[in-house]
């Protein structure tokens, strides 16, 4: 076997479990200014949830934020430790003051802070998931250009994601032997890693917190459900499992067809789940023109035959 060493570049898509659908879809687009790239379902064979994707104009890897609005089940998730429990989103860093005043214009509470030197601004989705906003003076992501934020001032894309874990051991054993990662920097009770050629879209840190209790892993209000990150090819992504499952991280899943990717899951040492996702050649176009991405909700193909009851299941959503 000559293969190169299976590559993990960059963020994906990062994907939540949030409160109210229309709670959330206000808040990705409206007050975060994010493009609605798709709107669909997941089916988890007892009663369909939204599946909503927010992004730059054409959903590009590693601007994607995408969440099940869980409210609607009645299940609610625990944050705490074993899991993602922070956001943290790119913007230029002189579009910072702008952010601050208009959060809290929307009657957020927002924090300044700064870690790895970089300034933020701390906030909270309305179902209480941590949010962040870090100044990034030299992100090149293009955002949404149609946006309810001018594109010289607006989200980028993700920035990092910060995993909340018992011991720091077993979750560095993970990044550098198998998800290819780099150590940077550790802060405090934060150690920094950061995957492909690294800088923004590619940060994962790791916050020791052995004080917090578990978070929940089951689909619940509240909570961080995954991070996905972006491999080349199927090739890859099959030398991933075979890299993980040969360090003895035997808990991946086999390939499944997303519809716009192909993902496959780990649950890492901390407890976190993360994703190495192939995106499909036509991405989110596959089921809508660019023009019209976004605008109505699509039914999973295999869900066609029941199309009505899913969307008179499904809470109303306004847009
Ligand atoms: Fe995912």
Not at 3 to 31: N, W
Not at 142 to 162: D, F, M, N
Not at 224 to 251: I, M, N, P
């Amino acid at each position: 076997m000559s293969q190169d060493s299976p590559m993990i570049e960059r963020h994906h898509h990062i994907t939540l479990c949030t409160g109210g659908a229309q709670e959330d879809y206000d808040f990705h687009t409206k007050v975060l200014a994010l493009k609605s790239v798709k709107k669909t379902a997941l089916y988890d064979g007892v009663a369909p949830i939204y599946h909503l994707y927010y992004g730059n104009d054409i959903g590009q890897e590693s601007t994607l934020v995408t969440t099940f609005p869980m409210r609607q089940t009645g299940r609610k998730g625990r944050r705490g430790n074993g899991q993602i429990t922070v956001l943290t989103l790119s913007v230029p860093v002189s579009a910072l003051g702008f952010w601050k005043k208009r959060l809290t214009g929307f009657g957020f509470a927002v924090r300044e802070a700064e870690r790895f030197g970089e300034k933020t601004l701390q906030f909270q989705h309305p179902c209480g998931i941590d949010y962040e906003l870090a100044g990034i003076s030299d992100d090149s992501r293009q955002p949404y250009s149609k946006g309810q934020v001018s594109p010289e001032l607006a989200i980028r894309g993700t920035h990092g994601i910060t995993v909340s874990v018992r011991d720091l051991e077993a979750s560095e054993e993970f990044m550098n032997g198998a998800w290819s990662g780099r150590r940077l920097a550790s802060d405090g009770k934060l150690v920094r890693y950061v995957v492909g050629d690294g800088g923004t879209g590619k940060i994962v840190d790791f916050a020791l917190e052995p004080g917090l209790p578990p978070a929940t892993w089951t689909f619940g209000e509240g909570i961080v459900h995954h991070c996905a990150f972006q491999v080349a090819s199927f090739d890859v992504q099959d030398a991933v499992k075979a890299q993980l499952e040969g360090l003895g991280f035997t808990d991946t899943s086999e390939r499944k067809d997303r519809g716009y990717f192909d993902s496959m899951y780990v649950r890492t040492p901390a407890g976190a789940m993360f994703e190495a996702t192939v995106s499909k050649p036509q991405g989110f176009l596959i089921d809508e023109k660019f023009e019209d991405l976004g605008t109505k909700f699509q039914v999973p193909p295999v869900f066609q035959s029941r199309a009505k009851e899913i969307i008179e299941f499904l809470e109303p959503l306004q847009y």
